[in-house]
């Protein structure tokens, strides 16, 4: 299916869930998530109208990275080891993956200005996925003050792929109570705006709870190689 077709039902999908929530649909941003599939498909993501590309690989980033550069915002969205940072800080526009101070380090630096990050938080303390508890995320925030090139817009969590909706959505808003929490703390270099929350399977309840950037593969561009 066409690129431009399954992104006007994302979009459709996103009114509606807008609708519910009573929210501005052009609050929210659509990261397409194009770890999967070709350069060529890659394009006509871009031609349908698609800004912000996310990838998770440094091999899958650099190849199309060199081939596409800056037609597109680029969002690393995956584990990021700290010894590969300096291969990709001059290419993309927010690392979602921040979730460590060696991390921090090596970004801070790398990078010539201020880099946007995410600090990836593991809510549902699965022991597959990366990511800070939730009650290391402030203290955590707090301490990064002293890297003059690290600026956190905002956390990040990747959901279970399950089917229990309640449970799905109580992740989804305990990453926001989390946001709100940091955003009082009004720490300067830590506005803490966005929330980068829900995928294919679970967007639509992530927006209803306060997702501001959403990270779509297989529904978006499919996951063909």
């Not at 929530?21 to 890659?42: C, F």
């Not at 460590?100 to 090596?106: F, G, M, T």
């Not at 707090?142 to 969590?157: D, W």
């Amino acid at each position: 299916m066409e690129v431009v077709t399954n992104l006007n039902e994302i979009k459709s999908n996103i009114r509606q869930a807008c609708e519910k929530s009573n929210r501005n649909p052009d609050e929210i941003t659509i990261i397409g998530v194009t770890k999967y599939v070709t350069i060529e498909r890659t394009e006509e993501t871009i031609n349908a109208g698609i800004k912000n590309l996310g990838e998770n690989r440094l091999e899958g980033f650099l190849e199309k990275y060199n081939y596409i550069q800056d037609q597109a915002s680029w969002h690393f969205i995956g584990t990021l080891q700290s010894r590969k940072v300096k291969e990709i800080i001059d290419k993309v526009d927010a690392i979602h993956s921040l979730d460590r101070k060696s991390l921090a380090k090596e970004i801070n630096k790398r990078a010539t200005t201020p880099m946007d990050c995410f600090v990836q938080v593991n809510v549902s303390g699965e022991e597959s996925k990366h990511g800070l508890s939730p009650e290391n995320v402030l203290s955590f925030i707090s301490s990064l003050a002293i890297f003059e090139n690290i600026r956190v817009v905002g956390l990040m969590t990747m959901a279970p792929h399950m089917e229990n909706q309640e449970f799905l959505r109580d992740i989804f808003k305990k990453l926001t109570s989390l946001r709100d929490e940091v955003r009082s703390e009004q720490l300067a270099h830590a506005p803490c705006k966005y929330l980068s929350m829900g995928m294919s399977n679970d967007y639509q309840l992530a927006i209803e709870e306060g997702a501001t950037h959403i990270r779509i593969g297989s529904k978006l561009v499919g996951s063909f190689k």
